[in-house]
């Protein structure tokens, strides 16, 4: 198919991989309030970038906690409108001795763009952004367009519900469209079709009021890493299962020909284990790891920490352990709900002899959307254009909280319409981002926006 | 009992006390590389007080870690000689905020010195350097005095086997005194009988080859958080009994005769737990909690750390995760070979989906020494006389782990005089010494040598 912006992507490809780069270079991690700073200058950009890539209009909107930004390119009340949705902020770096080269200095190397951020989501929301300006400076926009970019994504959006409520009207829209997920490769694209939800709690199991010496008091005193290490022990049975009273309950149980149809995505286990370097794979016992890792919920443990950590041998019984748990959700367990019982679960595993502080981080509900929507079928016949392939449907494995939140104020479905891999590492270190993902994202999207509208 | 010593003692008690403050501000941590220096220079000053304090040689002695600081008074050959054993190096300070001062800034507060070491064991075997000197000043010493100070007791003594061995005849001597260990209360005087043997492993456990995106590889992949909790949840069962096999074989069970007089001793449950600031106790079935942490060997967790530690919430499913983990020992479990059963142990709970580095620390054999020996009576008798209670023979749950290599290598039976309390946050922040307990200590001592000369 013959378009327009073709000429004008091949021209400015190299300002658009500079444009991104200024953003990956801004440390906007919002767990970490040492980056307040970064998260306004960051939000600052992405405005100024909107309204120089063709927005009327944006402007940086204020939340209780980091701002959203907010923009439009209005061009007929009688078109449909696109809100396009993507975050600013990204995880933290750590552990920061892992990265090859800075996380807030990108690197091009081997094709790749490599920086926290570049796949999730800077470099991923950012092509939303390139081909609005291709689609206006070749006179191709065939949609309204809306960007809603919050900076609260990574610590579970707890501010935007009430942003999106306070503003259904300037939200308004007929699809939402998200890229801040993955496809299965760019010989096999895919779409993803669901999302899992989040339950992430935080426990701090203390036992005396101070660290003891471990010979002095050691078998008569309870030890805080032992409590919790059983507790956690006891999230998973034999058959890693997970044992939380009721935490499957609510789970809709995939049907066989869905199972059939999964079990058809293109995996290679040796691949998979080699790139992981694990010489076996690990999981819930009647499941393919797509299965575990897409329709299944889960419970990780994402860090702990208690008692003498430094170099050598301290001989002490320490007072406090702590570990940051969370639980991958699928349709129709919720949020609240789960860390409710997980809470709870670990709570009836303490003994008297220690005392247990347990919160929830945040949560967030499994989201699911209809193939048969003009919206997906807008998507499929855009990736379908430029890869040649029809993506298949897939569910991921991640959480995107803000989803059920969208549907539920703005009353509009949402598009999953990922163009990174599952191997970029995100949430790790060496974070990256292919720069043909880049450019290819950039020439699909106009294709949606034009059979979104044509549809 | 009138003695020459003590006017001398009351005359020179300030000076006592800023010469022990002097070798506390040296902050001599040995499991620490950055603290060379410190450990050299406080190996230093040991041998220049022991010089001034009537030593007629004292020498910084090479080893191939931190050096000894060897010192002798030699008056007779025809007298007995009393080996004194004690260490300049200290735990590691660590966790600094939990200090009220400075760790290594000693501070008086309340009649106690607060800072690391004072306790464990500067404070201790200073006295001894103290007494000397009285005895030297007062013409009263009646035995040889030799002095054995090494800088790496609190790493597990890596280097003195070889060291003891190397230089038999220059350490012979007719009994060992140690002051490393407590007693229960100034009111109710106790004399160690034992000491626990240690055996200190480091276990690593590695999943995948990088920190991974919890959602994306979330419940294919295993977690090496989730895995090490099992190996640790796996060394107690519900009654708090070792699992390890064959982990109790070689315990000498304590006769009901052993336990009623160890019953004997003082203690107050309710005051013990509102000082460790516990609702409940913890610990083996069947046994009380003096038996506890005296004749009954335990496995404490020391330190565990893997996955995202900082603020806020990752959804990371980390690479690699980490405990140090100790037992004590009782007679007459050896220390390697219970070292051996536990790495076996936790290495079998490893599923093929991870990867598991373990390594010994250190260790160190458990301890006894008879009540009827001439060293026993005379530490009794020397309590006595300053405390005017007949000491309680007690099991110390504490770990010395050269005790088994002195016995081995010079022949001698070790005596343990503690003056410290279970109550001075040894290992722990604000570690403190009674100085009640410095001046008591260093007016008992002469009448060791006294009546161990007489006996």
């Not at 939340?63 to 396009?84: M, N, Q, R, W």
């Not at 080269?101 to 390139?130: C, E, L, N, T, W």
């Not at 939380?244 to 995996?267: H, N, Q, S």
Request: hydrophobic residues 35%.
């Amino acid at each position: 198919m013959q378009t327009p912006w073709k000429e004008y992507q091949d021209q400015n490809q190299q300002r658009f991989l500079e444009e991104m780069l200024e953003l990956l270079r801004i440390p906007s991690v919002s767990a970490k309030s040492e980056h307040k700073d970064d998260m306004r200058k960051c939000a600052e950009l992405v405005k100024q970038r909107l309204l120089d890539s063709g927005c009327n209009k944006a402007e940086v909107m204020e939340t209780a906690g980091y701002p959203v930004v907010y923009g439009e390119k209005l061009i007929d009340p009688s078109k449909p409108t696109v809100l396009v949705y993507g975050h600013y902020d990204v995880q933290p770096a750590e552990p920061l001795e892992l990265w090859h080269s800075g996380p807030f200095d990108p690197v091009i190397k081997d094709g790749k763009v490599y920086a926290r951020g570049s796949a999730d989501d800077k470099g991923q929301f950012y092509m939303h952004v390139k081909a609005l300006e291709m689609m206006v400076k070749t006179n191709s926009l065939e949609t309204n367009i809306k960007f809603l970019i919050e900076g609260e994504e990574e610590v579970g959006s707890p501010n935007l519900g009430k942003f999106v409520g306070d503003n259904k009207e300037l939200l308004k829209a007929d699809v939402i469209l998200i890229s801040d997920s993955s496809m299965l490769s760019m010989e096999n694209p895919s779409l993803d079709v669901g999302v899992r939800g989040l339950s992430y709690i935080e426990i701090e199991v203390t036992g005396a009021n101070r660290d003891l010496h471990s010979g002095t008091y050691g078998g008569g005193v309870a030890n805080p890493i032992t409590i919790l290490s059983k507790m956690i022990a006891s999230l998973h049975d034999e058959n890693n299962h997970i044992t939380i009273p009721g935490f499957y309950d609510d789970v809709v149980e995939a049907t066989p020909e869905e199972r059939e149809l999964m079990g058809r995505a293109p995996f290679n286990e040796k691949e998979y284990k080699d790139e992981l370097g694990v010489k076996e794979l690990w999981g819930e016992n009647g499941y393919t790891t797509n299965e575990r890792t897409g329709i299944r919920p889960t419970i990780e443990v994402n860090g702990i920490w208690g008692g003498y950590t430094g170099e050598g041998a301290k001989t002490v019984l320490p007072s406090k352990a702590t570990a940051k748990i969370s639980a991958r959700l699928v349709p129709n367990q919720s949020s609240p709900n789960i860390t409710e019982k997980l809470l709870n679960h670990l709570r009836s595993i303490a003994p008297p002899s220690v005392s247990v502080h347990a919160f929830e981080h945040h949560g967030g509900e499994p989201y699911m959307t209809p193939i048969n929507s003009k919206g997906y079928q807008a998507a499929s016949k855009a990736v379908q254009t430029t890869f040649g392939k029809v993506p298949i449907p897939v569910r991921g494995g991640g959480s995107i909280p803000i989803c059920s939140i969208l549907e539920r104020e703005l009353g509009t479905k949402i598009i999953f319409m990922g163009f990174g891999l599952d191997s970029d590492n995100l949430h790790s270190p060496n974070e990256k981002y292919g720069l043909e993902n880049y450019y290819k994202g950039i020439e699909t999207i106009p294709y949606f926006h034009k059979f979104f509208a044509q549809s």
